[in-house]
């Protein structure tokens, strides 16, 4: 099994929605406007939990291929992942729209 406490950085995409279609990016060539899916609350707190029982002390940023401050639940999220990781540093990216 691989060793969670060796990580230094997390990403983590909530949801698959994403307002833009930037040259550099991969959703320039999927749609990711229609049909937004979400990862699941289980399946984030599998994640967050697993990183807290192994130390996890890096950083956790919600962000990868999507718009995270267009999903409605992020602060339930943040919310969640700050119980969990109580020594992580939360990281949000945003294209700023």
């Known amino acids: 099994m691989f060793d969670l406490s060796t990580l230094d ?24 406007m229609a049909g937004p899916r979400e990862m699941g609350w289980r399946v984030f707190g599998d994640v967050a939990r697993d990183l807290a029982v192994a ?6 940023s919600f962000i990868r291929y999507n718009e995270p401050l267009a999903y409605p639940l992020l602060g339930l999220r943040i919310s969640r ?6 020594h992580a540093t939360l990281q949000i990216s ?3 729209d």
């Open 55 to 60: 130390g996890f002390h890096g950083i956790f």
């Open 81 to 86: 992942a700050r119980q969990e990781l109580m």
């Open 9 to 32: 950085l997390v990403d983590c995409e909530v949801s698959s929605y994403c307002n833009r279609k930037c040259w550099h990016c991969p959703n320039s060539v999927i749609d990711r």
């Open 94 to 96: 945003t294209n700023g």
